[in-house]
């Protein structure tokens, strides 16, 4: 895809990765529609995107608080008045929850569900009907890493990018031959606000590094996007990750239909133990 003059949306510009790819799209020359709750950042955001790239369309700043529908529909219906599209949706906002699962309380395990994995779903049941009407349309969904196994002391946040990975991939078979293309990205640790704003509980000790900076993560998205890429690791380590998570999947498979059987308290091999 060519990204001059695309109608590009992007959730979470305020900072970080949302904030690189918001200047990187810009650095295209689409007109850049940057979304976030915090509206002085987004105006340093619009500021430094002039001061940069002169002749791109400037970008716009919606203040859209993910998780109020009303937010999002006033983002994606304003946008589509303003530029008569969204070629490029990009579900970036997200937050983090750290700590012994056992600790998290329900409410939390709701409150960040509710921007990372229902944030998105908003955005995309939104943007998909306007797609559809001209039969194209990207939508980027921002995982992780951490989508791709159950790290410890992030059970909420896997448990939020996987199946933010897992909607996406429903909606890419749905969307098969409507000509709107599904990305997930995988970014691995960068250096963010992220882990200012995360949510702590208990005692666990943080992972140290290594960061990537947020600014190759951008890069490395809108690569993609151009690219046609449909699943975009951004790390070494995910990309292992995700080779290791293929391979082992039917082993694991088929440990987990023996330890259910002995559970059962049946012995026999299942007809299914074959299959993979
Ligand atoms: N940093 C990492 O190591 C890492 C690794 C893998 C994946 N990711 C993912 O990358 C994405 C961006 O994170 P980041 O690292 O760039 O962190 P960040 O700097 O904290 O950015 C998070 C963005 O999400 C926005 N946001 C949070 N809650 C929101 C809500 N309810 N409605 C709208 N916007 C909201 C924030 O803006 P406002 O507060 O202004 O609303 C901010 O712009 C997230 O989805 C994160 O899970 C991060």
């Known amino acids: ?12 510009a305020s900072s970080g990765i949302g904030r690189a790819l918001a200047l990187a799209f810009a650095g295209k020359r689409a007109a850049v529609t940057a979304a976030a709750r915090r509206a002085d950042r987004l105006e340093e ?23 109020r529908e009303a937010d999002v529909s006033w983002l994606v219906g304003g946008t589509v008045e303003r530029t008569a599209a969204v070629d490029v949706l990009v579900n970036n906002a997200g937050v983090g929850l750290y700590g012994e699962t056992e600790l998290v309380s329900i409410d939390d395990f709701q409150e960040l569900l509710s921007v990372n994995l229902l944030g998105a779903v908003r ?6 009907p306007f797609m559809r009407t001209r039969e194209s349309g990207v939508i980027v969904n921002v995982a992780s890493v951490a989508a791709l196994y159950g ?3 992030l059970s909420a946040y896997c448990a939020s990018k996987a199946a933010v990975a897992a909607v996406s991939q429903s909606l890419r078979a749905e969307l098969d031959g409507s000509g709107i293309r599904v990305m997930i990205a995988y ?4 250096d963010t606000e992220f882990f200012e704003h995360e949510k702590v509980v208990g005692g666990a000790r943080r992972p140290p ?3 990537a900076p947020p600014d190759r993560v951008a890069a490395g ?4 996007v151009e690219r046609n890429v449909g699943d975009v690791y951004l790390t070494a380590q995910g990309r292992a990750l995700s080779v290791l998570r293929g391979l082992a999947h039917p082993i694991v498979e088929r440990a987990m239909r023996k330890i259910a059987r002995e559970l059962r308290g049946e012995d026999e091999p299942s007809p299914d133990d074959g299959k993979q």
């Open 45 to 67: 955001l619009v500021r430094e995107a002039a001061e940069r790239f002169p002749d791109a369309p400037p970008v716009v700043p919606v203040e859209c608080d993910v998780t």
């Open 123 to 128: 955005c995309i049941q939104e943007v998909v």
């Open 221 to 224: 998205v809108v690569r993609a």
């Open 1 to 12: 895809m060519r990204i001059e003059g695309k109608s590009v949306i992007v959730t979470g």
């Open 151 to 153: 790290v410890p002391y």
């Open 209 to 211: 590094g290594p960061f």
């Open 187 to 190: 970014p691995g640790y960068t």
